[in-house]
């Protein structure tokens, strides 16, 4: 007995019923056309992580994105089902998700992105990246190894991807042929440092009904239940996040490093003015020198540290590259140089499956920025970088936070 055989819907309009008699009896909205999406450009998402971030994250999917499923550990009273979730892990099961927002605290950001994209789910993630320097290359390598599609949610750089005077000075420094580099960027303010502090003496509290605090704090530790440490002001605590330098720091840092093309390296040498830092609470600080190795300089300055507390330092103004500090010949080389190729958004990446624009290995380098200086705050000293073997050199202490013990049973 002859198998039959499955006609697909290519065939059937190359089929023996005429063009008209297809178009009265399929939907126009199926064979796509002039203002309707063709089912192939059309995907299933989740949200993974649904406070105040989690719309706004959703939405960065683009606009051929179902929403098909929430996720949060605060729907602890809605069992796991077609649409409402509390273990990201059975969301990853479903075979009908393309791709998911992840938008919780930054200590599960590695940890599901990673999971999502072993299960065949291309990933937009809110920034920060990572809570600390190891998970963003663990999740760098895993973009690469299951050839996924992940976009860290900031789109900083390709404002200035498009423009001349960012693109010049991207190719002036690609080229490698400004040594050494005296270009300095300061930012001042911003960040975010005093309202994102975190609460030294907090008393426990009952856990809400609602959640469940044991898959809130997953690979951190299991602390008592304090309303401060949940929502939006986590950010105050190294446990989920690093205080308001790595909730804005991406955001401000993501373009800078695209323009000053270091999206393949991190800085050598970080020195922080601050006073002693807590164990579990961000707090304030002054400013941090991040110097890279071909002498290229980012100051961060929080602006909110007592002026008659506070050292100034040598640089008092932001300072870039231009033509000028070139030779001739180099300039001639720079002139020749094709310019870089436009940076790809989200939704274009996972319809034409190219490299989107802020991609995992690029993303892991700029909150590297981040944590070096956060590190750098909580031990109190200079610390010096191996950006290629992304380490700390000659400071045990320093290095461990690096890369982090994670909770059993959770793990890179």
């Known amino acids: 007995m002859q198998k039959s055989k499955r006609v697909t819907r290519r065939q059937f309009l190359k089929g023996s019923v005429g063009a008209a008699a297809v178009f009265t009896i399929v939907p126009r909205h199926v064979l796509g056309g002039s203002g309707q999406t063709p089912p192939s450009e059309k995907f299933g998402g989740a949200l993974i992580g649904c406070g105040g971030r989690g719309n706004g994250t959703f939405g960065g999917l683009g606009p051929n994105v179902e929403k098909l499923a929430i996720c949060d550990v605060k729907f602890v009273k809605h069992a796991d089902n077609k649409k409402v979730y509390r273990d990201f892990r059975r969301v990853l099961e479903r075979k009908d998700i393309d791709v ?4 919780t605290p930054p200590h599960w950001h590695a940890l599901i992105s990673i999971a999502a994209m072993e299960a065949g789910k291309d990933v937009l993630c809110e920034k920060p990246m990572t809570r600390f320097i190891a998970e963003g290359r663990a999740v760098a390598e895993a973009e690469k190894r299951y050839n996924r599609i992940f976009q860290i949610g900031t789109f900083g750089r390709f404002g200035r991807s498009k423009n001349q005077g960012d693109i010049l000075t991207h190719k002036i420094m690609k080229s490698g042929l400004l040594k050494p580099c005296k270009a300095v960027h300061i930012k001042r303010g911003g960040l975010k440092v005093r309202e994102w502090s975190g609460m030294v003496n907090a008393q426990p509290k009952p856990i809400p009904d609602s959640l469940d605090w044991d898959m809130y704090c997953g690979p951190s530790p299991l602390r008592p239940f304090h309303p401060h440490r949940f929502g939006g002001t986590h950010r105050g605590y190294w446990d989920y996040e690093g205080g308001g330098l790595t909730d804005m720091g991406q955001h401000h840092f993501d373009p800078v490093q695209w323009t000053f093309a270091k999206d393949d390296t991190s800085p ?23 110097k890279y190795a071909d002498g290229f300089t980012i100051v961060m300055d929080s602006t909110e540290w007592p002026e008659n507390k506070k050292p100034s330092y040598n640089r008092k103004e932001s300072r870039g590259v231009s033509l000028s500090d070139l030779s001739e010949e180099d300039q001639k080389k720079i002139k020749e140089m094709p310019d870089p190729e436009p940076l790809v958004g989200f939704p274009e990446a996972i319809r034409t499956r190219k490299q989107a624009g802020g991609h995992a290995a690029a993303s892991t380098r700029c909150v590297t920025l981040m944590h070096l200086a956060n590190i750098a705050i909580r031990t109190g000293r200079k610390i010096h970088y191996d950006p290629v073997k992304e380490e700390i050199i000659g400071d045990e202490e320093a290095n461990r936070l ?10 890179l």
């Open 100 to 103: 998911v927002a992840i938008a």
């Open 268 to 290: 050598v040498e970080i020195e922080a003015f601050a006073p002693p830092a807590h164990p579990e609470a961000c707090g304030m600080w002054g400013y941090v020198e991040l």
């Open 402 to 411: 690096v890369n982090q013990p994670m909770r059993a049973p959770w793990h």
